[in-house]
């Protein structure tokens, strides 16, 4: 097992006691990548330490969750493990991918980004020159930009942000669809599509005080309460939007494919209040399981 006093940043031992709150639950604010090993085994041994090396690399975009499987073979069994090692991604309380083996590092880092990004710190400067800056002054300066750089695709990225900043939602789309596959996954376009998928809910949509008088007239209205928890996201109610997300999860699960599920987890992608997330993270995570 890993010695906790010693251990890195973001790893951690998982046990069955354990594994639901820091496993699952922890998944639905950071991926978890869950490395299934054993003490005996050589192919852990070149694994572990790059998977290590990998988490602190990313400094907290996903965790990495040690189980022995000759202590944890109850755990391990669960997972259907036939060898190792073994690593499983979850993500949102599910497992989302995995592999077999001790895989070469590059293979890592390939495995690693179609899921999860480093994160960075930020540079106080440029978040202050960010902040100064209107959404329209940030549109042509990054057209500028673009126009010297071509090549540059981080630009472009940008540039669908400042559009969605200065509400051009349908050429923030158009933009964010052209990036490259490597800028798609990145945090910030994620961000954004989570922010253009619960714009586009609104099209055609009542009011909010209409929509306010259709949950009250019939509280399973689950398309009015969507519409409604959208309207009051958007509208800097969050919390209160949040809250018609859950009446969705809580009352009608499957409605329209998990739709309150869904929209959660889009809400928690596009809010800065760390403290609201965390606390509606907890409420969703107790429907769940």
Known sequence: MTDAAAAPAHVFDVDQQSFEADVLQASLTTPVLVDFWATWCEPCKILGPMLEKLAAEYNGAFRLGKVDVDTQQELAGMFGIKSIPTV???????????????????????????????LE??????????????????????????????????????LALALMRAGRTDAAEAALTALPANLAIDARALRLRSELDLAHALKDAPGTAELQQRVQADANDWTARDQLGVRLLLEGEPAAGLNQFLAILQHARDWNEGQGKKRLLAAFATLDDAELVSRYRRKMASLLF
Do not use: M, N
Request: proline letters at 6%; zero cysteines.
């Open 88 to 118: 499983v991604l979850v993500k949102d309380g599910q497992v989302l991918d995995g592999f077999a083996g001790a895989l070469p590092e590059g293979q890592l880092r390939e495995f690693l980004s179609r899921h999860v990004q480093p």
């Open 121 to 158: 710190a930020a540079d106080e400067a440029v978040k202050e020159e960010a902040v100064q800056e209107t959404p329209e002054q940030a549109i042509d300066r990054l057209q500028q930009a673009i126009v010297a750089e071509p090549d540059k695709a981080e630009l472009k990225l940008e």
